[in-house]
T-cell receptor, first 112, second 114 residues
């Protein structure tokens, strides 16, 4: 049974560019959440998607947007990249109504 | 003040020691409590999942929740070098608009030396 998979694993972008990260949830899961983890910190909640809609959002600017597809996979888009956006981006999947969440290996984004 | 406080350590113990990891929190709406283990450059792995107060045991791991004190703990018995990782506590509300959102502590770096 495949767990949560994320792509790409690593990414280097230039300040001001745009980036798209992808996530496939664990089989049977229908809810996807995205987190940002800065070096030496715990993950910070960005937003959550269910039924192709953003269900709730953390304290992140509108430069961060997302999408969920009918097969439950999800994308995270970040526009106008800043140096401070450099972090490990984590995708977590769960079943609606259940708070038990499983994480992917993350995408390490470096903005130069 | 952060909603969840966790001592970042680092914590270094000899193999076979009992390890105690702790988090405190301020949001009384938290009902679900989790511990994740994160190896370097990897995603967090769910270790323990607890609802409300009480104890839960799984092999060498025991999770405790004391909601009256807003304090949770993870105990690791007979610690092994393979337990060396960052341990993250996470919490979630039972319902409402924040349902399903996990709030994490900073993480505690643990090293178990042979």
């Amino acid at each position: 049974d495949a767990g949560v998979t994320q792509s790409p694993t690593h990414l280097i972008k230039t300040r001001g560019q745009q980036v798209t990260l992808r996530c496939s949830p664990k089989s049977g899961h229908d809810t996807v959440s995205w987190y940002q983890q800065a070096l030496g910190q715990g993950p910070q909640f960005i937003f959550q998607y269910y039924e192709e809609e953003e269900r709730q959002r953390g304290n992140f600017p509108d430069r961060f947007s997302g999408h969920q597809f009918p097969n439950y996979s999800s994308e995270l888009n970040v526009n106008a990249l800043l140096l401070g956006d450099s972090a490990l981006y984590l995708c977590a999947s769960s079943l609606v109504g259940d708070t038990e969440a499983f994480f992917g290996q993350g995408t390490r984004l470096t903005v130069v | 003040q952060k909603e969840v406080e966790q001592d970042p350590g680092p914590l270094s113990v000899p193999e076979g020691a009992i390890v105690s990891l702790n988090c405190t929190y301020s949001n009384s709406a938290f009902q679900y409590f989790m511990w994740y283990r994160q190896y370097s450059r990897k995603g967090p792995e769910l270790l323990m999942y607890t609802y409300s107060s009480g104890n839960k045991e799984d092999g060498r791991f025991t999770a405790q929740v004391d909601k009256s004190s807003k304090y949770i703990s993870l105990f690791i018995r007979d610690s092994q070098p393979s337990d060396s990782a960052t341990y993250l506590c996470a919490m979630s509300n039972a319902g409402g608009t924040s349902y399903g959102k996990l709030t994490f502590g900073q993480g505690t770096i643990l090293t178990v030396h042979p």
